[in-house]
């Protein structure tokens, strides 16, 4: 193999490591526009269908991009159209995943608020059955007694 098919082969490669991150990238930004969709009408983040199939993605971006980072996998793009597309896609799935983080925890203050309200009721309901008062001691009950005349 020559030095020039060395260097066709590759570039080629790299092109197709691109592509495949690219469609990756896609993926993973369709699938947290799916779930900010579903967070958006107010489902709880338990609900989500996304959740597992995302996570799954974002380990496989993660890596790779950790693998870039300590520089044991290169990303040089030749093309100047595949690098605008790499970097489009890049900024589309930051966005997204700007907006999940937001959603997400708006989604967890609610389920908060519901586990706070329902404890708070549960709460309510022990304090009036309770035989005990505050201190701890046995609390007097107030007994209403009548009388009833008849002859």
Known sequence: MTVAQAKR???AEGDARIKSLIALI???TVLVAE?????AKGLPASRLKQ??????????FERTVAECAAG????????????????????K???AMDENLVRLRAAIE????????VMQAIREQIAAVSPYGASGRVAARAVSSGTSRSA
Do not use: F, G, P
């Open 72 to 91: 044991t996998t290169s990303l040089h793009v030749r093309d100047r159209l595949l690098r605008e597309q790499l970097m489009e896609r890049i900024l």
């Open 26 to 28: 896609d993926n993973l």
């Open 9 to 11: 082969t590759s570039a």
């Open 51 to 60: 959740v597992d199939e995302k996570n799954r993605l974002a380990e496989v």
């Open 110 to 117: 609610a389920s908060n608020r519901r586990i706070e309200a």
């Open 93 to 95: 799935l930051r966005v």
């Open 35 to 39: 779930e900010n969709a579903e967070l």
